[in-house]
């Protein structure tokens, strides 16, 4: 049974690959889609940090598999003939998950719900969307950075998204206007707030504020960056910027262990990582 639920999910995949393909060349050439990458290692960690609920759960095929794989044809196939990309992306995802469930039954979805529901994120982002939230983004990032630097004393001008600093122009560009962050620090709270016991309202706190707290890291990676630029080389700044980019996502981490701490405190029910659903 466990061999030919192999050969489905690996048909699967075969018969979708240019799709799949498509996905992880978007994730690996576009910065801002990045957070493609980061899914392949959440997904497997939600599952195992859920392995006890499969303990007493007999595999079963199941009619929910062929018909969520039918479903998937059904939006790719959409997708390619109306040039409607993210249809095109997310019908492979769903073919994979009526795969899975295929060889593991409905009641294996319903239990590692998270696990199944974070894939979502290997679809990647339309253009549009990503504009919309990216646009206010910038602005806002360039504001607080703005505000930051003259709560310390640090003389700067403003205008829109330009900020001059030591006779010195400095954009907060689409390249640091946080948006990878933003998708990325999405994905790490979501992991986070369904790998650990919480209550939904705490996981709630968790998953909406994860959009500021990626607007605080890109500040915090922002301030000592415009500094630079204004008085040290552009070379140093440059480096700095694009080493810092990296380290963000660990920082945020950081935050939501934090977080985590804090709710320890508050009373909400929370245990480490380690002993979450075991």
């Not at 945020?252 to 320890?264: D, I, N, Q, T, Y």
């Amino acid at each position: 049974m466990l061999s030919l639920w192999v050969v489905l999910v690996l048909l699967t995949i075969l018969t979708t690959r240019e799709i799949w393909a498509d996905i992880f060349a978007i994730g690996m050439g576009d910065e801002e889609q990045s957070h493609i990458l980061l899914v392949t290692v959440v997904a497997p960690w939600m599952a195992w940090v859920r392995r006890s609920r499969l303990r007493h759960l007999n595999p079963t095929g199941t009619l929910f598999g062929p018909a969520i794989m039918l479903l998937g044809w059904g939006m790719s196939y959409y997708g390619f003939h109306h040039t409607t990309q993210s249809a095109w992306h997310a019908g492979a995802v769903v073919c994979l998950v009526g795969a899975i469930v295929s060889g593991f039954g409905i009641n294996t979805l319903l239990r590692l719900f998270p696990a199944f529901a974070v894939l979502a994120f290997l679809i990647p982002v339309p253009g549009t969307i990503r504009h919309m939230i990216s646009g206010p983004l910038q602005t806002a990032t360039a504001y607080s950075t703005q505000i930051v630097l003259e709560t310390i004393g640090i003389p700067i001008d403003r205008a829109t998204n330009l900020l001059s600093i030591n006779g010195r122009d400095v954009a907060v560009a689409e390249a640091c206007n946080g948006m990878r962050m933003v998708l990325a620090l999405v994905l790490v709270s979501y992991a986070f707030a369904f790998s650990i016991p919480l209550k939904n309202y705490a996981r709630a706190l968790v998953l909406i504020g994860s959009p500021l707290a990626a607007l605080l890291c890109n500040v915090i990676r922002l301030v000592p960056t415009v500094l630079l630029y204004g008085y040290s080389t552009t070379d140093v700044a440059d480096f700095f910027h694009d080493v810092s980019g990296w380290l963000m996502v660990p920082i945020a981490f950081g935050l939501l262990l934090a977080l985590s701490s804090v709710l320890r405190w508050a009373l909400i029910p929370v245990t480490r990582f380690t002993l979450a659903y075991q």
